[in-house]
């Protein structure tokens, strides 16, 4: 069952010595189950920032997160790498694909990683429905930049988290492909009862989400 997400009084500075550059301003906010939410905001208001933290890569300066009865900020580092690993997929803008997989081989890699064989047919048929049911035999090296975000985007989905949390994860794509990316978040969010979250500028995203958390420049 997915839990709801929480952030209370969030906020992010890099402290180098005497010198401290506030990247993301407090931030207290919930995300129920079942809703996509769009991040957007100017250069610099910290977006990708709060993604980080959000999926426990990053520890705030301030403030927690909690996903349900886990308090996020309370956990070690390795006890984060376990909870991110189970309940959360990560899209990033720049794809992570491997040189020498296969489109349909990283659907398949998804299943041994989450211990999950369905998750193999999962990807394949989210590969299908973002569109690249045609490239399943061909390697990042013969895709485009397009292709490769909704190949990892299938490979995410394929994960079935109850966090999804995507970068800009149209930026790559034309009008046609960025509706269709969008819709199929959208779906996903109310489907699996998962809190998912994207960072865009897209007005496509806007559209499909249920919510929208625009984010300022923290105060220097």
Not at 28 to 34: D, E, K, M, N, P
Not at 111 to 118: A, K
Not at 179 to 186: K, L, N, S
Request: glycine fraction near 8%; proline fraction near 5%.
């Amino acid at each position: 069952m997915s839990a709801p997400l929480i952030l209370n009084e969030v906020a992010h500075a890099i402290v180098e010595g005497a010198q401290r550059q506030p990247v993301l301003a407090s931030l207290t906010w919930s995300f129920a189950r079942g809703t996509f939410t769009c991040v957007s905001g100017p250069s610099g208001a910290g977006k990708t920032t709060l993604l980080s933290i959000i999926a426990g890569v990053v520890a705030p300066t301030l403030g927690t997160v909690s996903h349900g009865t886990t308090p996020v900020t309370s956990l070690s580092h390795r006890q984060r790498q376990q909870w991110r690993s189970k309940e959360v997929a990560l899209v990033f803008q720049t794809c992570r694909l491997i040189d020498v997989l296969t489109v349909a081989e990283h659907m398949a890699l998804v299943g041994r990683l989450r211990g999950r064989p369905d998750a193999t047919t999962s990807g394949l048929a989210w590969v299908e429905k973002l569109g690249l049911g045609h490239r399943l035999s061909q390697r990042p090296a013969d895709l485009s930049g397009g292709e490769k975000q909704r190949v990892a985007l299938a490979q995410a989905l394929a994960a079935a988290p109850s966090l999804l949390l995507a970068d800009e994860p149209t930026a790559a794509l034309d009008p046609v492909n960025a509706r269709t990316v969008a819709e199929a978040i959208g779906h996903y969010a109310r489907e699996s009862g998962a809190v998912v979250i994207a960072v865009s500028h897209d007005a496509t995203m806007f559209d499909a989400a249920s919510d929208r958390l625009q984010l300022q420049r923290p105060a220097a």
